[in-house]
């Protein structure tokens, strides 16, 4: 089994940041993509960024330039920093990842952790 579980949301004025986590726990051999999505109230999910295992990287345009994606992979723990928040970027953040259990199975399986909210908000 494995788990995914993001913290670092909260509440933060407009032009502030946060740092959120994601940790991957459980069976794991390797991890092929790990991701950052966002659902805000009444939308459809969107990536915000993600992070393959080959090392490239990919933005939402709407957080270019002001979020930022990393990982330790000794950690198994994905990051995003976000800086210069606006009212916008308002919603429930989720993590993704494409996680292959055994070296004896070629298996990839796609996890989702709970979610964590942020509020931007003066």
């Known amino acids: 089994q494995v788990q995914l579980v993001e913290s670092g949301g909260g509440l933060v004025q407009p032009g502030g940041s946060l740092r959120l986590s994601c940790a991957a726990s459980?069976?794991?051999?390797?991890?092929?993509?790990m991701a950052w999505y966002r659902q805000a109230p009444g939308k459809e999910r969107e990536l915000v960024a993600s992070?393959?295992?080959?090392?490239?990287?990919n933005y939402a345009d709407s957080v270019k330039g002001r979020f930022t994606i990393s990982r330790d992979t000794a950690k198994n723990t994905a990051y995003l920093e976000m800086n210069s928040l606006k009212p916008d970027d308002t919603a429930v953040y989720y993590c993704?990842?494409?996680?292959?259990?055994?070296?004896?199975?070629?298996?990839?399986?796609?996890?989702w952790g709970k979610g964590t909210p942020v509020t931007v908000s003066s």
């Open positions: 992070f393959t295992s080959g090392g490239s990287t």
């Open positions: 993704n990842a494409v996680i292959r259990a055994s070296a004896f199975i070629p298996l990839d399986v796609n996890y």
């Open positions: 459980g069976s794991i051999f390797s991890i092929n993509v």
